[in-house]
């Protein structure tokens, strides 16, 4: 989250297979458990702070 709110440009242009695999897991538990889940559009925040006091809120 760092990255998006500061603007950071990453070198690496492609994940490795270990975060493939990391992304596979997340996503397949969230589309098991979307009721259990919530969901926080980062462009709708201009900064962290502003998005943990969101998430601390709700």
Avoid: C, Q
């Amino acid at each position: 989250m760092t990255d998006y709110f500061y603007g950071t440009i990453s070198i690496n242009d492609f994940p490795e297979e270990r975060h493939l695999e990391h992304f596979k897991i997340s996503l397949s538990w969230l589309v098991r458990n979307k009721n259990n889940a919530r969901f926080f559009y980062l462009k709708n925040y201009n900064s962290i702070e502003e998005l943990f006091t969101e998430v601390n809120i709700s």
